[in-house]
């Protein structure tokens, strides 16, 4: 390990945890070649193998899952002392990647973090967009959002929106030529725009609950997508029914282009919240981050 660059341990634990020398040359920001030269080196300085690469991803051999678990721990220490020592700057710098939905982009935390990061260039923020489930800490995430109910009992986690529902909507045309339904179970007679889950692979089920009575209801209709923007273009053109977040509808209801279904069936539940590992607290980049998304209303 004498020969060993620190940036060459770095590298790989990247992509280790990307599993594709494209995201992970991509991550870093250097050319797919310079990381494959790169991984190269430290695998002949150490004279072992520790990927074994496909045309399109890279998996780990038993040395490779070693070495990952032992350099990660001590790369972070020391990368938190690093991001540490930059308090003594005139303003914090660093980099913070997180994990979120793109509702959660959209609504709660680009409107945000935009004008607090025009105020510190030094600050990077890493978005990377997923509406399932990331563990940010085997992924090499800072801090992820997900909705209160969502977020692991071993981390802290903030607040940093109000509460919102998931609620049925439908055009007034696509009403007026199919009905409107009266209970949750009289969605299975309607043509309803589904919602795919990328992390699990299968079909959303609409959650429902009224008195301490739940019902999740798995819809059918003509089209399925992965984005709750796309549904709701779909609900405007008269193509069905959509089960979206509130807050995308809302104005659409008021102006009355959309209307609500179902509106006592559709429960507030706890909004997003930013939660992390203990360990990230204290740096002052992710300070601003996490003071910049509190949320401050009731």
Request: charged share 25%.
């Amino acid at each position: 390990m004498a020969n060993t660059d620190f940036n060459d341990l770095k590298w790989f634990r990247i992509v280790a945890e990307e599993r594709n020398f494209t995201r992970a040359a991509a991550r870093i920001g250097v050319a797919q070649s310079t990381l494959s030269h790169t991984i190269k080196r430290l695998e002949d300085n150490l004279g072992i193998r520790l990927l074994t690469r496909t045309t399109r991803n890279v998996a780990l051999t038993p040395a490779g899952s070693q070495l990952l678990s032992t350099v990660t721990p001590r790369l972070q220490e020391i990368e938190d002392e690093i991001d540490a020592l930059m308090e003594f700057r005139d303003k914090p710098s660093g980099t913070i990647r997180l994990t979120l939905s793109d509702h959660a982009l959209e609504t709660t935390v680009w409107p945000k973090l935009k004008p607090v990061l025009m105020g510190y260039p030094d600050i990077r923020v890493e978005f990377s967009i997923d509406n399932g489930f990331r563990n940010i800490v085997e992924d090499g995430f800072d801090a992820g959002v997900r909705l209160g109910e969502s977020v692991e009992k071993d981390m802290i986690a903030i607040r940093i929106g109000p509460d919102w529902r998931m609620i049925a909507v439908a055009s007034p045309d696509y009403l007026a030529a199919n009905g409107t339904p009266q209970h949750p179970q009289d969605l299975l007679k309607h043509n309803c725009i589904n919602m795919r889950q990328k992390k699990l692979g299968g079909l959303y089920p609409w959650e429902f609950e009224k008195d301490g009575n739940e019902i999740n209801v798995r819809v059918d209709g003509q089209i399925t997508f992965n984005n709750s923007y796309a549904m709701m273009d779909a609900a405007l053109s008269s193509m069905g029914i959509a089960f979206v977040p509130n807050s995308l509808a809302d104005h659409h209801i008021a102006e009355g282009t959309l209307q609500l279904l179902l509106d006592d069936w559709s429960p507030f539940f706890d909004g997003y919240f930013l939660y992390y590992p203990t360990r990230r607290q204290n740096l002052p980049v992710f300070k601003v981050i996490a003071e910049a998304l509190r949320h401050r209303g009731r």
